[in-house]
């Protein structure tokens, strides 16, 4: 767990823009999240270790940015804000005893 902590660190405090996305859906499967059903331009995943904190209620979504073929993007601003925070709260509920 704590190479992937120090990954999602790394790209938290990266000088770019956007990220790619599918670098971020390998961390998220990885960490046991599941993409759900999502709406327009947004990407919804389901961990149920986020099931009983009472801001996530099990669910956290991120909103992409689709540049065609494969190539979707998520603000680095909407990482910072949104799915880093996720993702941590899932790595240190796995790291408790």
């Not at 960490?31 to 099931?51: D, F, N």
Request: hydrophobic share 35%.
């Amino acid at each position: 767990m704590q190479d992937i902590r120090v990954e999602l660190d790394s790209l938290k405090s990266a000088n770019i823009k956007e990220i790619p996305l599918n670098h971020l859906k390998k961390i998220i499967s990885f960490l046991g999240a599941t993409e759900s059903t999502s709406t327009g331009s947004s990407v919804r995943y389901h961990h149920k270790l986020l099931e009983r904190n009472p801001y996530y209620h099990g669910y956290f979504q991120i909103h992409k940015i689709h540049k065609g073929g494969d190539q979707d993007l998520i603000k680095m601003n909407d990482y910072r804000s949104f799915l880093y925070k996720a993702l941590i709260a899932i790595i240190e509920i796995k790291e408790k005893p």
